[in-house]
Nanobody, 125 residues
Framework: QVQLVESGGGLVQAGGSLRLSCAASGRSFSSYAMGWFRQAPGKEREFVSAIDWSGAVADYSDSVKGRFTISRDNAKNTVYLQMNSLKPEDTAVYYC??????????????????WGQGTQVTVSS
């Protein structure tokens, strides 16, 4: 059974930074793409960033490109999301997810088969 546990969320002022972590249990973490998604109050969950199994390929939504950086440490079974220049509109619950075995990287939620419980990020103006 795969478990994903996010951490690192919190309250930060606009312009500040946070680093989210997602620790994965289970075997073969290094074989799967990982993604970050977020859901703001009253809105649907949306794609934020994803990284392939090797860490060589990454993708970002337009809204975070240039401000957020995804990375992974396969030796630690952990994926990270470094968030800089945070804006109030980044306020959301952030979820990490493991990609299905059939993808290299994807922005589509249905391509991810395991999800964490989420961590709250609140950016004050």
């Amino acid at each position: 059974q795969v478990q994903l546990v996010e951490s690192g969320g919190g309250l930060v002022q606009a312009g500040g930074s946070l680093r989210l972590s997602c620790a994965a249990s289970g075997r073969s973490f290094s074989s799967y793409a990982m993604g970050w998604f977020r859901q703001a109050p009253g809105k649907e969950r949306e794609f934020v960033s994803a990284i392939d199994w090797s860490g060589a390929v990454a993708d970002y939504s337009d809204s975070v490109k240039g401000r957020f950086t995804i990375s992974r440490d396969n030796a630690k079974n952990t994926v990270y999301l470094q968030m800089n220049s945070l804006k109030p509109e980044d306020t959301a619950v952030y979820y990490c997810a493991r990609g299905g075995s059939w993808i290299r990287i994807s922005t589509i939620q249905s391509q991810y088969d395991y999800w964490g419980q989420g961590t709250q990020v609140t950016v004050s103006s």
